[in-house]
DNA sequence: TTGATTTCTTAACATACATCAATGCAGACG
DNA sequence: CGTCTGCATTGATGTATGTTAAGAAATCAA
């Protein structure tokens, strides 16, 4: 219980020794099955999910049903709703589960808590927020600037894990084009080889 | 001299008057003229600029000579190549100036002290951090959920001003289309009304 | 003012991607 | 074992957007 969130705050935040019982009394744990929702549209992100073990995805629904992918969390990823969790509004988008999945769950107060016992832990939250803005001012400059193709060998080199665990579907969704685009331009590739 | 930014940090940062001018000793401020650029690709981002008068933008060049507007930065706007900066990165993308402009300038170190002296400081460079993650992923959501034309109304929606003051070219490349494209795009919305 | 340059628009045509429909395949499950 | 369901692929066709080229309008410079 608990022990990749231990690990990770040891190993990659550098929590101190001292500070980690404390911090870790603070969280809890979560199990959930394959397709369990963990935030639904117009509710109120409160919390922040590390995972673990398993797979989540951040998404939209629009009008005509059609799901937009906006994040994928692996294993040792933190996902939440950013926009809910620290303005409270309510989500637009929904969270799920990919994979059975063993998460670490918390909320915005942890954090500015975690950040007042911990310096090494207020750091890496900041971190954590310039290093989410920099993936996703990369992915806007892809999304105007590269066509399908590019974004998806873009995709494949940055998350090769990911390609493995989601049907095609999805990685189409998250890439802004649809399943019989993204199968043609995988076509397209294998060609090449 | 620097009263756009004192305002601001009195106003909308909350800044105590007892810190305001201790913080305010710590930045510069730079004219700069149309088209004067402040960042060129390959090199290392040191500044953040706060834009007292005038209009910036941040934008990528691609390999066929294109430009892609990542960002406009007008009046009480702060402007600056996070992943260059906070990482220490060359910066992939250029800043220039799209009119005179009259620039607060500082640097990652002058955050963390300002952060030290005054705690409201803190707090508004957390929230500035947030709202930059939730207008960068609604970006990413109409890109790949919208098409040019609800783009474009949800572009001129959210910043009137700025649609007043570019050239229409220049909205096209931050919307991810051909000028050619937006100008039909228009035409199709005049022809509604 | 005048000429030069940039911007915007329009049209004809090209292309990338979407849509719709059908098929095949593989894992889930009775 | 067979059936079902979801997923991937393919082809035919449609549509949004890109490209190229030209001219009109606006802006800028001398």
Not at 155 to 176: C, T
Request: aromatic share 12%.
């Amino acid at each position: 219980m608990k022990e990749g969130f231990y690990h990770y705050l040891r190993d990659r935040v550098f929590v101190r020794s001292a500070h980690l019982a404390e911090i870790l009394k603070m969280v809890s744990v979560k199990k959930v099955k394959k397709n369990e929702m963990l935030l639904m549209r117009g509710l109120i992100c409160r919390n922040v999910f590390f995972v673990e073990k398993g797979l989540l995805r951040l998404y939209a629904i629009d009008e005509s049903g059609k799901e937009h992918i906006i994040q994928f969390a692996p294993e040792n990823w933190f996902l939440s709703e950013r926009a809910s969790l620290y303005f409270g509004n309510p989500s637009e988008y929904f969270i799920d589960a990919l994979e059975d999945s063993s998460l670490v769950v918390f909320d915005q107060e942890f954090i500015e808590r975690a950040s007042d016992i911990s310096v090494e832990f207020r750091n890496y939250n900041e971190y954590l927020l310039q290093n989410h803005i920099r993936h996703l001012q990369n992915r806007i400059h892809s999304l105007i600037g590269a066509d399908a193709k590019s974004r998806y060998l873009k995709f494949i080199d940055l998350y090769p894990e990911i390609v493995q665990r989601v049907p095609q579907w999805m990685v189409a969704s998250y890439l802004g084009i649809t399943p019989e685009s993204l199968s043609r331009v995988r076509r397209d590739i294998a060609l090449f080889k």
